[in-house]
């Protein structure tokens, strides 16, 4: 009888049922259903207000607060609930931008690659632009470049029935000029960091264009260090602001002469990676006018809020603290032994053979990936594709974080994104070897031709 070798799935951007905090739920849920405050002052089973249930925005506000400790107190007023970051995104489009008057969509490339699919059911098919990223993140000379051709281009081109949006003026809404999209920190997939200095200058430049930031902040909290001296690998504060923090406290902020007060960044966060992808619950945080014109979204205005049993379940759990203990107890212990098994591996089987770790060492590190460049001549997706017929191994090539309809902008095809959260991790450092054994093949086959 054959022995069937097991998958290895290193492409699957999911976290391990293991580390789901499954119990914490349950006694937050026992809770909501127990406590008639609940189901009376604040009946959770009924319609929430349309910027989220009120004891989750007092708990988030607290929460990032002590979290992002550099920064003044946030503001309840400046917290949206939403249906997790994917959906808001989508809510964010419909509220904030105009496919007649928004002109471009910018994307750090590589990007989240479902982003693209959001952006263009919103209107903007082939109106996707990608930035690359250096050591200290996104582009911002080549953005800023971009942003100006583009508004001279429209200038050349301008009449009543281009410039005008389709969309009719709202009080609680604006239309932005441009939209910028980027993970700023452990990105999804390339796991760099903006520096503070790039995430100061993209405010700049967004102010100067009339952009609005769009930033997916979910694994910010997903951080450790990797100093193996270290008695404790997590850390309870922001290595640096958001760029919505900047965006507020630079040289005035959004009540700086001039301003219209809904400021030119929002920050998209999620409970789907500390808690759980079911969950669809998160939170949108922007200036109070920027939070308000959100919540007024058709979707909300005609259901409430989203998940707002699940966001009862979620304020218990900040307002006990089961869910902080579960970030700095659970999950970044098991990310920061499973990232460092697995860099181990890359070290060891991957680099003699050429293969590169960009903005590798790094003494914090956090999130969901890690990101390789194969050497030349080798190809990410031929890689990719002998890895599963070969060694039934999973892996995402890079080109699979390509900005829709820009590909060519930015060369992705020798990069690969392997991932560490899913697979259990005695299977990791076998992954990467079998990883390293189609690298061998290839590239002995590449020297025989």
């Not at 590798?360 to 969901?368: D, S």
Request: charged residues 20%.
């Amino acid at each position: 009888m054959s022995h069937v070798r097991q998958i290895i799935n290193l492409a699957k951007g999911h976290p391990n049922p293991s580390l789901l905090p499954v119990n914490h739920v349950r006694a937050a849920s026992v809770t909501a259903f127990s406590d008639p405050e609940i189901f009376t002052a604040q009946s959770s089973l009924l319609y929430a207000p349309d910027d989220g249930y009120r004891p989750l925005k007092e708990n988030v506000k607290a929460w990032l607060s002590r979290f992002y400790s550099d920064s003044p107190q946030i503001g309840a007023d400046r917290i949206c609930i939403t249906g997790g970051a994917s959906q808001n995104l989508a809510c964010v489009l419909q509220v904030f931008s105009d496919p007649t008057y928004t002109r471009n969509v910018w994307m750090v490339a590589p990007t989240y690659f479902h982003a693209s699919r959001i952006f263009e059911d919103n209107g903007f098919y082939k109106r996707l632009r990608a930035v690359a990223e250096d050591e200290q993140g996104l582009d911002v000379e080549y953005l800023e470049r971009g942003l100006r051709a583009s508004d001279e281009q429209a200038a050349r081109q301008a009449s009543p029935t281009s410039i005008s949006p389709s969309k009719p003026p709202r009080p609680y809404s604006k239309i932005y000029r441009h939209l910028i999209y980027a993970v700023p920190t452990f990105s999804n997939p390339s796991s760099m960091t903006m520096s503070r200095l790039r995430r100061e200058q993209l405010v700049r430049v967004a102010r100067s264009y009339d952009a609005l930031v769009i930033t997916d902040d979910v694994y910010d909290q997903l951080l450790w260090s990797t100093d193996p001296d270290a008695s404790h690998t997590g850390i309870e504060r922001a290595i640096l602001p958001r760029v919505v923090d900047i965006d507020r406290d630079l040289e005035g902020g959004p009540g700086r002469k001039g301003a219209d007060g809904f400021g030119n960044s929002v920050s998209n966060g999620s409970f789907s990676k500390i808690v759980g992808p079911g969950c669809r619950t998160g939170w949108a945080e922007g200036t109070p006018r920027f939070a308000w014109g959100l919540s007024q979204c058709g979707s909300s205005k005609s259901g409430g809020a989203p998940s707002q049993l699940v966001a009862a379940f979620m304020a218990h759990m900040l307002q006990s603290g089961t869910l902080q203990d579960h970030i700095s107890q659970v999950l970044q212990p098991a990310y920061a032994r499973r990232y460092k098994i697995l860099v181990s591996a890359v070290e060891k089987h991957l680099i003699p053979l050429g293969v590169t770790l960009p903005q590798n060492p790094r003494q914090i590190m956090g999130g969901y990936f890690a990101w390789l460049k194969l050497p030349e001549p080798l190809h990410a997706p031929e890689i990719a594709v002998a890895a599963q017929q070969d060694e039934d191994l999973l892996i995402a090539p890079g080109s699979a974080s390509a900005v829709w309809g820009d590909e060519a902008a930015v060369d992705l095809s020798r990069n690969i994104r392997l991932c560490f959260s899913w697979e259990d991790e005695n299977n990791l450092t076998e992954g990467i070897a079998r990883l390293a054994r189609v690298i061998v093949k290839r590239q002995i086959a590449n020297d025989q031709e």
